[in-house]
């Protein structure tokens, strides 16, 4: 996993994404194992529990599951669930701010398609 650490958002909240991430590019495949919250804290030089953290809101969610005494997994199904998940975050995040925007503005949502089409 490549992960640049910024101050914009908790540390645990990047982990979790860089892991959604790696499971939308195919990087980590269903079944595949992530590293472990020991890893991660080497690996960005962070407490074991800031990183336990991002990875047990991906477990609350779904897209982890842990194999006692192994470690964790990415569930069957996680990579449709996340897209569902950033198409619901895209809408509300973009295209809801664009729309409401764009009405202040008096832009129709045909001018915003034919913007769109450039």
Do not use: C, H, W
Request: net charge neutral; glycine share 6%; aromatic share 6%.
């Amino acid at each position: 996993m490549k992960l640049a650490l910024d101050d914009i958002k908790p540390i645990y909240i990047q982990i979790a994404e860089g892991i959604e991430d790696d499971i939308l590019k195919g990087i980590l495949p269903e079944e595949d194992q992530v590293l472990s919250t020991n890893q991660f804290a080497i690996m960005f030089q962070i407490n074991p529990a800031t990183a336990a953290k991002g990875i047990n809101q991906l477990v609350d969610e779904g897209i982890l599951y842990k194999k006692r005494g192994i470690g964790m997994f990415v569930a069957a199904g996680a990579r449709k669930q996340l897209v569902e998940k950033r198409k619901k975050e895209f809408f509300n995040e973009y295209v809801m701010k664009m729309i409401l925007e764009a009405e202040k503005l008096g832009i129709t949502r045909e001018d915003i398609i034919q913007m769109l089409s450039k």
